[in-house]
């Protein structure tokens, strides 16, 4: 491939995945008022971002061994007692290289 149409390729990829982007956003916009506002449906939605959290963190902190379980723990407790997303962060960042450093 040249490097012409691999740049070509590279402009048109980052654009489909734009115009998907957005008619995905469009679409949930679109849909969202023909949703039920109650029952199992809506419990099931609330606890979707949770639970796709949950599946982000836990096989980064299950594959980094102790000192990504001490950190993700120290993370979830300080952003339960402070409320503090960056401070909480920094806590567990810290908190893993230690953890990597005695280990």
Do not use: E
Not at 22 to 31: H, N, T, V
Not at 34 to 46: A, T, V, Y
Not at 65 to 79: E, K, Q, R
């Amino acid at each position: 491939m040249t490097d012409n149409s691999l740049q070509l390729s590279v402009y048109i990829t980052i654009a489909m995945a734009a115009c998907v982007t957005w008619f995905l956003r469009f679409g949930g916009l679109m849909l969202a008022d023909k949703l039920p506002k109650s029952g199992p449906f809506k419990r099931f939605m609330d606890a979707l971002p949770g639970s796709i959290l949950l599946s982000l963190i836990v096989p980064g902190m299950v594959s980094s061994g102790i000192s990504g379980c001490a950190g993700a723990f120290c993370t979830a407790l300080c952003a339960y007692k402070t409320k503090n997303a960056f401070v909480s962060m920094l806590l567990g960042v810290i908190v893993a290289a230690v953890f990597r450093r005695i280990y």
